[in-house]
């Protein structure tokens, strides 16, 4: 299993960034790739994930309109824009690859995790 995230830095509110999850092919070309965020004391949460097609997406309700998820046309890299970042927005990003082929927002349908990348958005 090869799933590696990168792209992550510091930041200043405002700014943007964009991280990228490297799969392998066998590991995510036909499921669903999600990013999840974990921020210093509190729990992991789920931020953006697609379906393999790239079609479908689903966000949570605190990034919607400022991030944006895609993937390439072999599919086995994922891409979360994010824009106007917050400092709400500093965590440790981790890009995971789903059992299905559905994008999912349940870490509990996740098959694979990634490692992390830190992002730091200073205000």
């Known amino acids: 299993v090869q799933l590696q995230a990168s792209g992550g830095g510091t930041v200043q509110a405002g700014d943007s960034l964009r991280l990228s999850c490297a799969a392998s092919?066998?590991?995510?070309?036909?499921?669903?790739v999600g990013w999840f965020r974990q921020a210093p004391g509190k729990e992991r949460e789920f931020i953006a994930a697609?379906?393999?097609?790239?079609?479908?997406?689903i966000y949570a309700d605190s990034v919607k309109g400022r991030f944006t998820i895609s993937r390439d046309y072999g599919g086995n890299t994922v891409y979360l824009q994010m824009n106007n970042l917050k400092s709400e927005d500093t965590a440790v990003y981790y890009c995971a690859v789903s059992r299905s082929s559905a994008p999912t927002s349940r870490a509990e349908y996740i098959r694979y995790w990634g490692q992390g990348t830190l992002v730091t958005v200073s205000s």
């Open positions: 092919k066998r590991t995510a070309s036909n499921n669903g």
């Open positions: 697609i379906g393999w097609r790239g079609s479908d997406t």
